[in-house]
């Protein structure tokens, strides 16, 4: 099984920052695309953040200047740098990753964290 674990989340003020992480592990053959979502209450999920495996990212425009995704391959694992974060940042964030399984049945699939839970008072 590939098992992604994240970490980091909290409550913090407005201003603050907080930095999320999140590990795979598992049988892996390779990881493409990983990438940060997040889901405030009563609204949808929404892409935060996502980077390639050559490392070009995008950044959901509410976002922009503000967070910073980056991923450490020997780790498999990919973070995701909150700063100058908003009340209306608050939200449960889930980490994305899609991958080649090490295992038969080899294919393309994805995994989900769990979810971190991130709130910023005002």
């Known amino acids: 099984q590939v098992q992604l674990v994240e970490s980091g989340g909290g409550l913090v003020q407005a201003g603050g920052s907080l930095r999320l992480s999140c590990a795979a592990s598992g049988r892996i053959f390779a990881i493409g695309v990983m990438g940060w979502y997040r889901q405030a209450p009563g609204k949808q999920r929404e892409l935060v953040a996502a980077?390639?495996?050559?490392?070009?990212?995008n950044y959901a425009d509410s976002v922009k200047g503000r967070f910073t995704i980056s991923r450490d391959n020997a780790k498999n694992t990919v973070y995701l740098q909150m700063n100058s974060l908003e009340p209306e940042d608050t939200a449960v964030y889930y980490c994305?990753?899609?991958?080649?399984?090490?295992?038969?049945?080899?294919?393309?699939?994805?995994?989900w964290g769990q979810g971190t839970v991130v709130t910023v008072s005002s």
């Open positions: 994305k990753v899609d991958f080649v399984a090490g295992s038969w049945p080899k294919r393309a699939s994805d995994a």
């Open positions: 980077i390639s495996s050559a490392g070009t990212t």
